[in-house]
């Protein structure tokens, strides 16, 4: 069915041909929100996504249930109601819709279609305060932010470390920057060995050899008074006229001394400021106001535990193992694909933390269960089976590239295309890597491109893929990718709502006579698939 809406019987992912069922419930960062300040609506909206994501398998639907009473921790979960999934759904100016001549009609079916809610939405968070931020249980109560993996910590915490660090000098900043445990704390301490290098610098200007009083031979044992008479300088050195600035070797040092301590001081304050505003955008976001964690967190406690939430898996097989564990790989093959390639090839930092992390280029690799969820819903039209030809747009790191590359077997090609000329790079670089990844790329199974994403793109001659995977949010479906979409084909695309705020991800699926059917599938928060930057 082209265009309008449809309700789905239970079996429709036997419909699309999915040998592996499409995930019977939202990716991990959908699940775990509880969602509005209006219990009401919250529970409309969790009825509907329940029903989006539950194929009536009573097997499933247990499996469902359970999970989503862990991940809400709510009693009445069970409660939920259940409707007929909607298929197709958005509104009838809906971004996914607006260059397609096949538009919805607006049907009552569309009205059960709720709008994302602000945390569905922020479920893959890529801006920058969020690529690194979590809320963490525990230490610091409920609202403590993490910010690159510490605590901000507080105003009080920065000036004490500072005092320590001033008053105990070199020892004093060793100390406390090497037991820091907040942005507070590292800052208050750095700022501290500033203040102590200002007043090395000071110390050293003021030479005391010079002005303390030499002899203490005065009237009733006090210092004799300069005789204003004497010098005690060389008449032979004094100059006639100012014109040179005579400085010593000890006062360069001084100098040098005080400028450096400025410099550390400065810094290290802006950083804390920096790090603080950090928190409060974090804090002022309106999910916060509804007393619930932020989404990325609740994954992450889900996937590795509390302790891990700072700490993280330490090892590849870990991270998949606990993202298998927790559901969020639901399919063996696709966990085997993901043990095969080490995030730590991709990703800068914490590689085996469920999180985006940024890889510079305002670009960010997306979460795990982010990439895991893009694999099963197209999973059908991955197996290597046949040669498979799959374009993975926005390729940035290309750690989805090289696992999509591990899933289509020997016979496919997967192509990363990427319209920023250094992160096409990177993500070659990064493919290198490893022995398999060298190998992947010599036998031409993973191609790393430079290019337009929006438009699609040709290789070896052939512009049909079996699976189109975007990494950006687009402001439409471009009709370039639909076209370019093999019949049957899939499709798995973050696409903008119509007021350029939210996004949802949409499964595109073109059946085998060209019939294209468009599945909303979550909110997300992608960076946007736009015009390279210049230079590019
Ligand atoms: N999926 C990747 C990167 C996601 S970030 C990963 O997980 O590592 C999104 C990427 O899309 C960025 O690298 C950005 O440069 C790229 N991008 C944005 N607009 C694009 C366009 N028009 N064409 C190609 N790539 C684009």
Not at 95 to 119: I, L
Request: glycine fraction near 10%.
């Amino acid at each position: 069915m082209a265009g309008g809406y449809e309700r789905v019987n239970a079996h429709d992912e036997e419909d699309h041909g999915l040998s592996q069922p499409t995930p019977s419930s939202p990716p991990p960062s959908f699940h775990s929100r509880s969602s509005s300040p209006n219990s009401r609506r919250h529970q409309q909206v969790d009825s509907t996504l329940a029903d989006a994501f539950d194929d009536d398998d009573d097997n499933t639907d247990d499996e469902f249930d359970d999970r989503q009473r862990h991940h809400f921790a709510n009693p009445n979960a069970d409660s939920v109601q259940r409707t007929a999934r909607v298929m197709g759904g958005g509104g009838a100016t809906d971004g996914v819709f607006a260059n397609m001549s096949a538009r919805p009609e607006r049907q009552d079916a569309e009205k059960e279609e709720q709008p994302p809610t602000y945390e569905q939405a922020a479920a893959d968070a890529v801006p920058p305060y969020w690529e690194t931020t979590i809320f963490a249980p525990g230490m610091g109560g409920a609202d403590e932010v993490y910010v690159d993996g510490l605590p901000v910590g507080s105003v009080f915490s920065f000036i004490w470390n500072g005092m320590i660090s001033t008053s105990f000098q070199l020892v004093g900043f060793l100390l406390t920057y090497l037991l820091h445990s907040t942005h507070a704390a590292k800052n208050g301490s750095r700022a501290g060995l500033g203040i102590t290098l200002i007043q090395y610098g000071f110390y050293m200007k003021a030479d005391p050899v010079g002005d303390a009083p030499s002899n203490m031979g005065g009237q009733d044992g006090y210092a004799a008074p300069p005789d204003p008479n004497s010098h005690d300088f060389d008449e032979h050195e004094v100059t006639d006229g100012g014109d040179t600035l005579d400085f010593s070797g000890g006062d360069w040092l001084a100098y040098v001394l005080m400028i450096v301590g400025w410099f550390i001081l400065i810094k290290s304050t802006v950083e804390y400021l920096k790090a603080r505003r950090h928190e409060q955008l974090v804090l002022q976001t309106h999910d916060r106001g509804l007393g619930v964690p932020n989404c990325s967190l609740e994954c992450i406690r889900l996937v590795l535990g509390h302790c891990a939430v700072r700490y993280g898996s330490d090892s590849n097989r870990a991270l998949v193992d606990n993202l298998y564990e927790a559901g969020l790989i639901k399919s063996p093959i696709v966990k085997d694909a993901f043990l095969k390639v080490d995030r730590a090839d991709y990703a800068p930092h914490n590689p085996y933390k469920d999180c985006p992390q940024s890889i510079g280029h305002s670009a960010t690799i997306s979460a795990p269960h982010m990439h895991a969820s893009a694999i099963e819903y197209c999973l059908a039209y991955l197996s290597p089976d046949k040669e498979r030809r799959v374009l993975d747009i926005g390729s940035g790191s290309g750690y989805l590239t090289h696992i999509l590359a591990e899933m289509v077997g020997d016979k496919g090609t997967v192509v990363g295309l990427e319209h920023i000329r250094e992160l096409r790079d990177l993500g070659e670089r990064n493919a290198q890597k490893s022995a398999r990844g060298r190998q992947l790329l010599e036998a031409g199974r993973i191609k790393f491109r430079h290019g337009d994403g929006r438009k699609g793109w040709v290789e070896d001659g052939k512009s049909d893929w079996d699976v189109i995977h975007v990494g950006a949010s687009a402001r439409i479906l471009h009709e370039e990718l639909l076209e370019q979409l093999k019949a049957p084909g899939c499709m798995f695309i973050p696409v903008d709502d119509e007021h350029g705020i939210d996004q949802s991800v949409w499964r595109i699926e073109k059946d085998a006579k060209g019939e294209i059917t468009r599945q909303r599938l979550f909110g997300v928060r992608y960076v946007p698939l736009t015009d390279p930057p210049r230079g590019s």
